[in-house]
């Protein structure tokens, strides 16, 4: 079986460190026969640390090594030393990835802005020395404690684009080279469908330096929501976005009527969120350097309603009123 390159689901087993152990001691030292309890205590366990990086792109790491243990603490010492506390483990995700509890299906954190920490696994409290029980009338205490175990959980992680755009269409649109010709992504670009098998993200620079992020995920084609096709497995990946792109193919080469495209993507969304369906949407009518795109095009805001933005990608016109009409929606 061929191994993944993007992983946007993975189980978590997450293990915090034991305490460490209170110790037993008397001081025994020369001129000093009755020195009394000097036990030390037990270092704390380490903690599991999830940090939403912006430099992680997948879940990958985690899906060749989903277990993730904090070191253990350190047990107490003599001359009341203590222990030394166990190391956490930090596991870098990347930035708007969701963490559920596997067992209770609760959503317990959503890691979107950079460098956000959540504890995953707490680590155990160490253990205390017999020097604690030291007293007046008790002068040789043997008690002591145990360090905790640590903190064990299963978790689920779910991965979601953070963008402000997405680009949705059927394959084959032309999705990844309209990416390509509106930001400084570059994508893998080819003539046959479902040429893009991973979500690939774009930032679109305007004149005064504002930004905007772009998401492109692979193409959709009827009840993707059922998970037909690549289905919902990327559908997630357009749930954060503001703005949505639809990109159509004008010219019809693949046979389908543009409007019923457009239609169907619009269900498709509805079906698998109703409320992506009332967010702000553009129709990129791609291909129109193809001889039946003029023609159709004029059918299609017809027949729709809408007023499509007229490019190219192939040959790179109409970009510039693609990237206008999107930064005027983040601006108005």
Same mark, same amino acid.
């Given at each position: 079986?061929?191994?993944?390159? %993007?992983?946007?689901?993975?189980?978590?087993?997450?293990?915090?460190?034991?305490?460490? &152990?209170?110790?037993?001691?008397?001081?025994?030292?020369?001129?000093?026969?009755?020195?009394?309890?000097?036990?030390?205590?037990?270092?704390?366990?380490?903690?599991?640390?999830?940090?939403?990086?912006? @430099?992680?792109?997948?879940?990958?790491?985690? %899906?060749?090594?989903?277990?993730?243990?904090?070191?253990?603490?350190?047990?107490?010492?003599?001359?009341?030393?203590?222990?030394?506390?166990?190391? @956490?483990?930090?596991?870098? *995700?990347?930035?708007?990835?969701?963490?559920?509890?596997?067992?209770?299906?609760?959503?317990?954190?959503?890691?979107?802005?950079? @460098?956000?920490?959540?504890?995953?696994?707490?680590?155990?409290?160490?253990?205390?020395? &017999? *020097?604690?029980?030291?007293?007046?009338?008790?002068?040789?205490?043997?008690?002591?404690?145990?360090?905790?175990?640590?903190? /064990?959980?299963?978790?689920?992680?779910?991965?979601?684009? *953070?963008?402000?755009?997405?680009?949705?269409?059927?394959?084959?649109?032309?999705?990844?080279?309209?990416?390509?010709?509106?930001? @400084?992504?570059?994508?893998?670009?080819?003539?046959?469908? %479902?040429?893009?098998?991973?979500?690939?993200?774009?930032?679109?620079?305007?004149?005064?330096? /504002?930004?905007?992020?772009?998401?492109?995920?692979?193409?959709?084609?009827? &009840?993707?929501?059922?998970?037909?096709?690549?289905?919902?497995?990327?559908?997630?990946? *357009?749930?954060?976005?503001?703005?949505?792109?639809?990109?159509?193919?004008?010219?019809?080469?693949?046979?389908?009527?543009?409007?019923?495209?457009?239609?169907?993507?619009?269900?498709?969304?509805?079906?698998?969120?109703?409320?992506? $369906?009332?967010?702000?949407?553009?129709?990129?009518? &791609?291909?129109?350097?193809?001889?039946?795109?003029?023609?159709?095009?004029?059918?299609?805001?017809?027949?729709?309603?809408?007023?499509?933005?007229?490019?190219?990608?192939?040959?790179?016109?109409?970009?510039? $009123?693609?990237?206008?009409?999107?930064?005027?929606?983040?601006?108005?």
């Amino acid at each position: 079986m061929k191994s993944p390159t %993007f992983v946007d689901r993975v189980t978590l087993y997450a293990q915090g460190g034991n305490g460490g &152990n209170g110790c037993v001691s008397f001081r025994r030292e020369k001129f000093e026969p009755r020195g009394g309890p000097d036990g030390g205590d037990g270092g704390h366990g380490g903690s599991v640390v999830l940090q939403s990086d912006r @430099d992680t792109d997948s879940l990958l790491p985690l %899906f060749y090594a989903p277990h993730q243990r904090a070191g253990h603490g350190g047990h107490g010492r003599g001359k009341q030393q203590r222990g030394g506390d166990g190391a @956490d483990r930090v596991v870098r *995700v990347p930035c708007g990835t969701e963490v559920w509890d596997s067992e209770t299906g609760e959503q317990l954190d959503d890691l979107v802005a950079e @460098d956000r920490r959540w504890l995953a696994a707490r680590g155990g409290a160490g253990g205390l020395g &017999n *020097v604690h029980w030291k007293s007046a009338v008790h002068r040789a205490p043997r008690e002591h404690t145990d360090g905790e175990p640590g903190e /064990s959980r299963t978790l689920r992680l779910e991965f979601k684009l *953070v963008a402000d755009a997405g680009l949705i269409g059927f394959p084959n649109a032309g999705k990844s080279s309209l990416l390509a010709g509106i930001s @400084d992504a570059h994508p893998k670009v080819a003539a046959y469908p %479902f040429t893009t098998l991973n979500p690939v993200v774009g930032t679109v620079i305007f004149e005064d330096y /504002s930004r905007v992020t772009v998401a492109d995920v692979p193409g959709l084609i009827e &009840n993707a929501h059922r998970g037909v096709g690549l289905g919902d497995t990327f559908l997630r990946h *357009v749930e954060r976005a503001r703005v949505q792109i639809f990109v159509i193919d004008m010219a019809g080469l693949d046979g389908r009527k543009p409007e019923d495209d457009y239609r169907t993507l619009r269900r498709e969304l509805e079906l698998y969120r109703p409320d992506l $369906a009332e967010r702000t949407a553009l129709v990129a009518a &791609n291909k129109m350097d193809c001889p039946p795109a003029a023609d159709n095009l004029e059918r299609f805001a017809a027949r729709t309603g809408t007023r499509p933005i007229p490019v190219s990608a192939l040959q790179r016109t109409g970009l510039d $009123a693609l990237r206008a009409a999107l930064r005027t929606r983040f601006t108005a």
